[in-house]
């Protein structure tokens, strides 16, 4: 293991999240609150502990993928235990394991919040809070390498380990290139959000808090009802619109400003992805339909952001599901394994996945029914390799492990069945809110100690893709005589 | 600049690598993934996995805004397709490995009726390497720069008298000749007044080509000066052939011992002269009974790195004066030096280095890789505008890795110090760590943005090539 050029990239990496919180510094001194000398002294601390980690002797620049591996793992923990210093030091979350807890949750971009009252927090500390989801959704490291002058080779490593999907693909030859065109894509969108959500008559501050928490499909507002707070129509399907197009893989966007139509048009991913959608919101839209909503427009109004916000693991609520019908629930139930394509910012396990799933249960009907048949997974044309086939089968049995191992351990706080495997589905899939205990107008608050640092964990696992986290708790990994 | 390089192999891969590690866009088109994955894995590039002579791939990669194709498949014909369709495509270059001897005298004719712009053939230029090797008469094998005034050579210290144990500075040099590297264990290092130079290291000298001769006369061992009369050839593959034909085109005795049956009797059919035994290389009984001991040198040219190796320190125990192995892996480089092999001939630094030169075209007169592309040597001529010109050396700040080893000012070699002064149209030669080529540009090319910095940024970014 090549521990010097591991220290040196996490050294950079903080002192990259001291520039970031730079913004909510920003914040505090226009809204003139008390809170700027929280930022400041996690900023100073930053500085003095990232330079002194950036400085450390490196004997090779390589990065393999063991030390992508690590980089990555500790560089989201490292990231989320400074980020949650703010919210301590200011004393708007006076418990450091809730400010951890909170801090996961808004770099992974789920959104579970152990706030009762947001309403009173700071303005500042709210800006900081939704802003971990945008660095967070597109990857921190990615966007690190981004910026930092290239780490080279060893740049797709981390990359490979960071961005979600089965498979990682370079657009461009260079990884630096990638990782800059990938986040104009995620700029782009969230100035266009920003600036729609401004003609909906918000101010920038609200726009832009709720423009992080969509593109980075995270979910955290400054209102206890979430987007229910508004009571307009047109910022309801806004940030509907916006979801859906942030739970699309990035590396579309590029092909849409190459004008290459026919790959967007002919992505059997995308196609799946818009196709659940269509469908999720009719199933909704006519089961409420009269029942609990008067009107067509509101129903379909309500179907389409609670798909788009369930779908894509964000979170955000313009109502309260739970008192839906229990047949659209568990349309929702159903759309939280679902997520974003690869490449997005949305978790869980992935459009991409279930579509190979699928096509692997096709292929061995047909193998029963002709056993000698060569039959190849194909993905946009092109055959997936058994490799790829292997790793996504256990990822998904993986997936369901850790949710049913999960549940069962949270299970001990004696919750229902129904909250206790929801409240790991919802922190995994990195969604955010669940059913009934941990429901669109509950909060995490109550979990016990052990219970927050399990559902953290669980976030982490969700976002990194289970193995990246997994690898590390392997005692044959940091086993360096084999 | 973006590149195509169709083909995977070791040749492939140490081009991606030397491209890749500047300022170019390199794309890596193959049909087998695993070879594409170790790509991948280690080097910043694209790899594709398709067939190259589609039309269909290429254009996905837009071919026509492409500036350079290398088509170094397995198969020529496969080469001179890609390369085909991708200039009729509006590729800029388009470069190819031909490396049947058969087509070999209509090469010149393929290239230029197939619009080719550069064709390379490994075992040709192997061939040629070798062969300059050992028609010199030196003991040492030289690089030549500036026309042929100023060399560079390695000296293994323990060759050397009096040498081991002493620091830079107190080695009293009366020859105006600098120390360029010393290579430890297969690591570069650039030496200091106070580096002690160790009695397993190799120094690299650069200064005029009298000078290092006049070194070599008074440190060396004795150097037997005998010309080359009888050579023993091991394996009788590619090479062989035009390094037989080379050698007995220039008088010089040959021997070849080859395993199979056919290839011998192919061998016999197309050399004009040369005795060709069919029996096994390795096999001590054969060599002695062909009068080892008796050979002015011997090459070993089989398949095998291994067998190569090995084979030249047996004739090296044996007495042969010359002893030249061809090692195709780069992974050996770092322990031959320490086996105590005379030359190492590596094809794939060969031909990569011929295609880097091509690339760079004039700008860079004459470009040489040592151990392995871990750095390389450049002749370049100051250019008026750029940053070296006119200013003392020590006030430059170059870094650590850049070394500027010779200059040659109006026709006299000046070995520089740190009061020395670069004009314009001087000719440089600069020793470079692999890690500062991209800082090359910086001091020695104009920095301006444009169609002159993209001109810079084609040329800037290859390197690589060893010959010896």
């Known amino acids: 293991m090549n521990y010097g050029i591991v220290i040196k990239v996490l050294g950079n990496l903080l002192l990259f999240e001291a520039a970031a919180l730079l913004l909510p510094l920003g914040v505090a001194f226009y809204y003139r609150e008390n809170s700027a000398l929280a930022f400041i002294y996690t900023i100073l601390l930053l500085i003095i502990l990232g330079g002194m980690m950036a400085k450390i002797p490196h004997v090779s620049k390589k990065i393999r993928s063991k030390e992508g591996l690590v980089i990555v793992a500790s560089g989201w923990v490292f990231v989320s235990f400074f980020g949650a210093l703010p919210f301590v030091l200011d004393g708007s979350i006076p418990s450091i394991i809730d400010a951890f807890f909170e801090t996961v949750s808004g770099l992974t971009t789920t959104g579970a919040t152990i706030i009762d009252n947001i309403e009173v927090l700071p303005r500042s500390i709210l800006f900081w809070r939704s802003f971990t989801h945008w660095l967070g959704g597109m990857g921190i490291l990615v966007l690190t390498l981004a910026v930092l002058p290239a780490i080279g080779v060893g740049g797709f490593q981390i990359f490979k380990a960071e961005s979600p999907g089965p498979v990682s693909d370079k657009l461009v030859p260079r990884m630096r290139k990638t990782a800059t065109i990938l986040y104009t894509a995620y700029v782009g969108i969230t ?39 508004y009571r307009s129509s047109y910022v309801v399907i806004v940030i509907s619109i916006f979801m859906i197009a942030s739970g699309v893989n990035f590396s579309l966007y590029y092909e849409l400003y190459k004008r290459n139509w026919k790959e967007i048009f002919k992505n059997s991913e995308l196609r799946l992805y818009l196709s659940i959608i269509a469908l999720s919101v009719l199933l909704i839209t006519f089961n409420l339909y009269g029942k609990v909503y008067v009107t067509f427009f509101e129903t379909f109004k309500q179907a389409l952001f609670q798909t788009a916000s369930i779908i894509t693991t964000t979170g955000y609520a313009t109502t309260n599901y739970e008192e839906w019908t229990h047949f659209s629930q568990g349309v929702l139930f159903f759309l939280m394994f679902v997520g974003g394509c690869a490449g997005s910012t949305g978790g869980s396990i992935k459009v991409i996945r279930l579509l190979i799933l699928l096509k692997l249960v096709i292929r061995e009907i047909s193998k029963i029914l002709h056993p000698r048949a060569v039959v190849p997974v194909r993905i946009n044309g092109k055959m997936i390799s058994p490799d790829v086939i292997a790793g996504v089968s256990s990822f998904f049995f993986l997936y369901l492990l850790l949710l049913v191992m ?34 669109p107008t509950q909060t995490y608050s109550a979990f016990s100690v052990p219970s927050k640092l399990l559902l953290s964990l669980m976030m982490l696992f969700g976002r990194l893709e289970l193995y990246t986290i997994f690898i590390l708790l392997m005692p044959d990994f940091w086993n360096e005589r084999i | 600049m973006r590149t195509i390089i169709v083909g995977g192999g070791k040749l492939g891969y140490k081009l991606a690598e030397s491209l890749s590690q500047e300022d170019n866009d390199v794309v890596v088109i193959d049909i087998d993934s695993n070879t594409l994955e170790r790509i991948h894995d280690n080097l910043d590039v694209l ?100 026309k042929g005034k100023i060399g560079m050579a390695d000296f293994r210290v323990q060759n050397l008298t009096g040498i081991a144990g002493k620091k830079i500075r107190e080695l009293g040099m009366t020859e105006p000749l600098l120390v360029v590297a010393i290579s ?70 040959i021997k070849i011992i080859e395993q199979d049956k056919e290839r011998c009797k192919y061998l016999a059919e197309n050399l004009k002269g040369g005795l060709v035994i069919h029996g096994d290389g390795t096999d001590i009984n054969l060599l002695t009974s062909e009068n080892i001991s008796d050979m002015d040198a011997l090459v070993s040219l089989t398949g095998f790195d291994e067998e190569n190796l090995l084979i030249s320190l047996l004739a090296k125990q044996c007495g042969v004066d010359k002893v030249v192995a061809k090692v195709s892996r780069s992974n050996y480089i770092p322990i031959i030096e320490q086996l105590g092999i005379d030359t190492a001939v590596n094809p794939i630094l060969i031909t990569a280095s011929d295609i880097l030169r091509f690339i760079q075209g004039g700008r860079v007169v004459s470009i040489s890789l040592l151990l392995g592309g871990k750095a390389e040597v450049l002749e370049i001529i100051a250019h008026n505008e750029s940053k070296i010109v006119g200013k003392k050396l020590s006030q430059l700040g170059l870094p650590k890795g850049i070394i500027i080893g010779s200059i040659l000012h109006e026709n006299k070699v000046i070995i520089p110090d740190g009061d020395s002064i670069i004009h314009a149209g001087d000719r440089v030669i600069v020793f470079c760590l692999q890690s500062e080529v991209a800082s090359l540009e910086k001091y020695f090319y104009r920095a301006k943005g444009g169609l002159i910095n993209e001109l810079w940024n084609s040329y800037k970014g290859f390197g690589k090539s060893t010959s010896v």
Do not use: W
């Not at chain 2, 000066?225 to 085109?249: D, M, Q, W």
């Open chain 1, 191 to 229: 100035l266009l959000q920003i600036i729609m959500l401004l003609f909906g008559r918000l101010s920038l501050y609200e726009a832009a808090i709720h423009t992080f928490g969509t593109v980075g499909t995270g979910g955290f507002s400054i209102y206890n009802n979430s987007i229910g707070a």
């Open chain 2, 47 to 146: 790899t594709i996995k398709a067939n190259g002579t589609q039309l269909h791939t290429l254009e996905q990669l837009h071919i026509s805004s492409c500036d350079l194709v290398v088509a170094v498949t397995g198969s020529d014909e496969t080469n001179i397709l890609v390369s085909i369709i991708a200039k009729k495509k509006g590729c800029k270059k388009v470069i190819a490995r031909i490396r049947n001897p058969e087509y070999a005298n209509q090469v010149e004719f393929i290239r230029s009726t197939m619009e080719i712009d550069y064709i390379v053939n490994p075992e040709l230029a192997t061939a040629k390497e070798i062969a300059k090797y050992l028609l010199k008469s030196q003991a040492v094998y030289m690089e030549d720069f500036a």
């Open chain 1, 406 to 439: 999960g549940s069962l351990l949270i299970s001990l706080e004696g919750i229902g069945l129904v909250s206790s495997i929801s409240s790991v589905a919802a922190t995994l899939g990195n969604i955010g809110p669940g059913f009934d205990f941990v429901g």
């Open chain 2, 184 to 253: 430890r264990n297969g690591e570069v290092i650039i030496p200091y007044g106070d580096t002690e130079i160790l009695s397993t290291d190799t120094i690299h000298l650069m200064g005029q080509k009298e000078s290092i001769k006049e070194f070599s006369k008074n440190y060396d061992s004795p150097i037997s000066r005998r010309n080359v009369r009888k050579v023993l050839i091991l394996g009788g593959g590619r090479s062989t052939y035009y390094l037989a034909n080379k050698l007995l085109h220039n008088g010089v005795d």
